[in-house]
């Protein structure tokens, strides 16, 4: 069984980074054919996809959102992580890891979630 959990700060300040790592058990990162996205939901509003990591390392991002996200990964820990610059308070939301994989629509795999606020 697939588990992903997302982990960071849950508190950050305007115009600084927002930086989360998403740690994957029960399959590697980096097996063909998987994608290990980070989307993030606003209080009170919908989905937002940030980015994906791909099985082979590359990484591909929201054009509104491109010019200030990395994503990266670790293979010898099995994480991705997201490095969000120049966050304002509208960016508050909570920020998931999830997973797709080649021809098959939507997610299979979701972490819980997890709380970031962008507040001085």
């Known amino acids: 069984q697939v588990q992903l959990q997302e982990s960071g700060p849950g508190l950050v300040k305007p115009s600084q980074t927002l930086s989360l790592t998403c740690t994957v058990s029960g399959g590697s990162i980096t097996t063909n054919n998987y994608y290990w996205s980070w989307i993030r939901q606003p209080p009170g509003k919908g989905l937002e996809w940030i980015g994906y990591i791909a099985y082979s390392g590359s990484a591909y991002y929201s054009p509104s959102l491109k010019s200030r996200t990395s994503i990266s990964r670790d293979t010898s820990k099995n994480q991705c992580s997201l490095h969000l610059n120049s966050v304002t308070p509208e960016e508050t939301a909570v920020y998931y890891c999830?997973?797709?994989?080649?021809?098959?629509?939507?997610?299979?795999?979701w972490g819980e979630g997890t709380l970031v606020a962008v507040s001085s």
């Open positions: 999830a997973r797709h994989s080649t021809g098959i629509p939507g997610m299979d795999y």
